[in-house]
């Protein structure tokens, strides 16, 4: 019955719609972007207003804040660390050096023989041959332990062949050529004096992974803290909620301000956190510029880089959404007129 | 059913609802009430009045039947349409559920924020609002500093604000003395004199007699058409 009722009234309505096409077409567009523009205002509305109510009364969120910012600050410092290690370590492995230590007993035609061969394979930039005799020689003009070494029956000194790799050679490379040199039969130990370098770089992963778990676990921090205050918030204002959903607001519209909190939230933490890490910076760069020079280094400490200053404010803004979505999801369900 | 049709506002089908645990609350409630309709829902305290307009809101589910609002099955309705429906229905309770931490201007804009008015279009439509109940001059005051009466009246503006094509209200005169009730009910009636539906919850039986509008009668959640019994024997 309905249905028969209906279909004059549309046909009706197609005949005007054809009439005044571009009106109604305009008029539409008109409406939509106008709801668009509101729904737009809104979140500019919502955002200023929950910033403000934070900053209003910044005691009630200072407690929040202040541990966002140090479990943000954890992470952040260790990343300085490694970040300054890194350019450490990478200006150290332009020196490394093997050292190939004969047989005792080489004498210097084999063993200038086997330079010209290690010369030859991939991976070495330069070689160079130091007989027994002038390695003693060297020694007894450097040590000054002369007259002790004339007590000795014999050299007590192998030859060498130092073998310079070409910069920049990658770790594994470098492993092969070390093989390659301890198959020579003449060969009795290569030493590599990068060995500690290595060690720095199994502790450089190893702190990168533990940046990794410290950073989750502040992560699931962050997450919780925020996620009970927004908690708080919410039974703050059941009232408000209540009548907000009677009078036809919708999930999104309710979860607006809760989320933009989370957000601010996760920020000001951010931007306490670059404060942390600044003051962390300031107060150990002299003592560690202190300490290089006494090892003779040039070395100085860098402030968190400005890209990995941004990835952290992000990820602190991102972490306080996500903090209030779980708590808002949780808990705004329980809230019905 | 003819549900389709444009001049049913409300339709209840055979409507049961049992709370969990407790006792049917409604069994078998069937009525329509017509566009620009305006009637009275009387019963004793625990008949189910609440529990009837909560329906039409959602804020509850039937058990069994099907109700319809502005040709909606509400039985269709999915979670997110909620909000929608909600939209086009005004509530009034005996509790304002008034907000006190805002001014009784943005207490009465809620429900445009929410629909997406433009500031100005909202400014507009509130202060008619408040000017049909009579409150012009009080936009900027609490509504914590108003009297009962006054308090009411902003929860009546907020209802129609968004010019619903149903409005609905339970007891809201529950707590005013006759002379305010009748002022209330006075307004409650102009509102239908522009075509919107209402439909007023009140065991106020004396005020429902002397205005004779048509009447829906609940007892121990069955529904009786005042004007089948005489002398109002389920009073
Ligand atoms: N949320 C609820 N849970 C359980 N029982 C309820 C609930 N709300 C109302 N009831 C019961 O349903 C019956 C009808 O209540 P209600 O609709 O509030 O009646 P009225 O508004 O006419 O006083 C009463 O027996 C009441 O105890
Ligand atoms: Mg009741």
Redesign the interface.
């Known amino acids: 019955m309905s249905e028969v009722r209906r279909k004059p009234v549309a046909k009706n309505a197609d005949k005007k719609a054809q009439e005044k096409q571009s009106t109604g077409a305009s008029l539409q567009k008109i409406g939509s972007r106008k709801r668009l523009s509101a729904w737009g205002a809104h979140h500019q509305l919502v955002a200023a207003e929950t910033l403000l109510r934070l900053l209003k009364n910044p005691l009630a969120s200072l407690l929040t804040w202040m541990v966002v910012a140090i479990a943000l600050t954890l992470p952040g410092a260790l990343w300085m660390a490694l970040d300054n290690m890194q350019q450490f370590s990478g200006r150290f492995q332009e020196s490394g050096r093997i050292s190939v230590y004969l047989q005792p007993g080489t004498d210097v035609v084999q063993g200038r023989e086997l330079a010209q061969r290690i010369d030859r394979l991939p991976g070495v930039a330069e070689t160079e041959f130091i007989d027994a005799d002038s390695a003693l020689d060297d020694f007894r003009a450097n040590s000054g332990l002369e007259a002790a070494l004339d007590f000795l029956p014999e050299n007590p000194l192998p030859s060498v062949i130092l073998v310079e790799p070409p910069l920049q050679l990658p770790h594994a490379e470098l492993m092969k050529l070390v093989g390659q040199l301890n198959n020579y039969q003449l060969v009795d130990t290569v030493q590599m004096d990068m060995a500690w370098l290595e060690r720095l770089q199994a502790i450089l992963d190893l702190s990168e992974r533990l940046i990794w778990v410290l950073g989750i676990l502040l992560a699931l921090a962050i997450l919780l803290v925020v996620g009970n205050t927004i908690r708080l918030a919410i039974a703050a204002r059941v009232d408000e909620i209540r009548v907000v959903k009677l009078v036809g607001g919708t999930d999104a519209w309710v979860r607006r301000p809760f989320l933009y909190t989370g957000l601010w939230y996760g920020m000001v933490g951010g931007l306490l956190a670059w404060l942390l890490l600044i003051i962390c910076w300031a107060l150990l760069q002299g003592p560690v510029a202190q300490l290089a020079e006494l090892y003779g280094s040039g070395f100085t400490l860098k402030p968190l880089s400005a890209g990995a200053a941004m990835i952290l404010l992000l990820a602190a803004m991102i972490l306080g959404w996500l903090g209030a979505w779980w708590s808002v999801s949780r808990h705004l369900g329980e809230i019905e007129p | 059913m ?1 549900q ?3 001049n049913v506002m409300v339709r209840f089908d055979r409507v049961s609802k049992r709370y969990p645990g407790g006792k049917e609350a409604l069994s078998g409630v069937s009525f329509d009430l017509h566009r620009g309709e305006f009637a009275f829902l009387t019963g004793h305290s625990g008949a189910g009045k609440s529990t009837l307009l909560k329906l039409m ?1 959602l ?1 509850e589910r039937a058990s069994r039947g099907q109700v319809f609002v502005d040709g909606l099955n509400l039985n269709r309705l999915r979670p ?1 349409q909620v ?5 086009k229905v005004g ?1 009034v309770f005996q509790n304002h ?3 006190f ?1 805002r001014s009784v201007y943005d207490n009465v804009a ?2 445009l ?6 500031p100005a279009d909202a400014g507009r439509r509130v202060r008619a609002a408040l000017d049909s109940v009579g409150l012009l001059g009080m936009e900027k005051r609490n509504p914590i500093e108003l009297s009962g009466g006054e308090q009411q009246r902003v929860g009546i503006a ?1 209802a129609v604000v ?1 010019k619903p094509p149903l409005l609905l209200a339970d007891e809201p005169t529950g707590n005013l003395d006759p002379e305010l009730s009748a002022e209330i009910m006075n307004l409650f009636m102009r509102f239908q004199q522009v075509g919107v539906s209402v439909l007023i919850a009140t065991h106020d039986i004396a005020l429902v007699e002397r205005l004779g509008h048509r009447r829906l009668i609940l007892d121990h959640g069955q529904l009786h058409e005042g004007d089948v019994i005489a002398g109002g024997q389920y009073v």
């Not at chain 2, 924020?113 to 433009?118: C, D, E, F, T, W």
């Open positions: 003819t389709g049709n444009s809101m804020m997110s909000p929608y429906l909600r939209r509530v559920q008034l907000l931490d809620l429900p924020q929410i629909a997406g008015y433009s907020r968004n």
